[in-house]
């Protein structure tokens, strides 16, 4: 449950933090994840970003939920399966098996991979990489 308050601060679970807090530190998030590149690692937990970021969970699921308006393991996989629409994309890597992208963008199970992968994109990966040879003939 989120209240407002005098001040422009919200507070959430007994959390407090400013839109320009919210802002900074979804700019870091976002940092480590995608530029850092910290979600091809399975093993890269909230509790771990935190740590690197100097900051605890809770902060980081707020953040992640008010500025990304997802939940943390679906932030990471969003950019897992970027990487792995990249990956799919890419001729030069057609001799990479679906399980072989799956675990190059972090993924610790095929099945995972693929449960991700039609959320987000409505179609397995198979599917995916068989639509762009149809659009390339």
Avoid: C, W
Avoid at 15 to 31: A, C, D, R, T
Avoid at 82 to 100: M, R
């Amino acid at each position: 449950m989120t209240h407002s308050t005098e001040k422009g601060i919200k507070k959430s679970s007994g959390i407090q933090i400013s839109p320009k807090q919210v802002e900074i530190l979804g700019q870091k998030i976002l940092q480590q994840i995608s530029v850092n590149r910290k979600f091809k690692d399975r093993n890269y937990s909230a509790k771990q970003l935190a740590q690197d970021l100097g900051t605890n969970t809770r902060y980081i699921s707020l953040v992640i939920r008010r500025k990304f308006e997802s939940n943390y393991t679906s932030f990471i996989n969003k950019h897992r399966i970027q990487e792995a629409l990249a990956l799919l994309s890419d001729k030069n890597l057609d001799n990479l098996t679906v399980a072989d992208i799956a675990e190059a963008v972090g993924f610790s199970t095929r099945q995972a991979f693929y449960v991700s992968f039609n959320k987000i994109t409505g179609m397995s990966p198979k599917e995916y990489r068989e639509s762009l040879v149809v659009k390339n003939h």
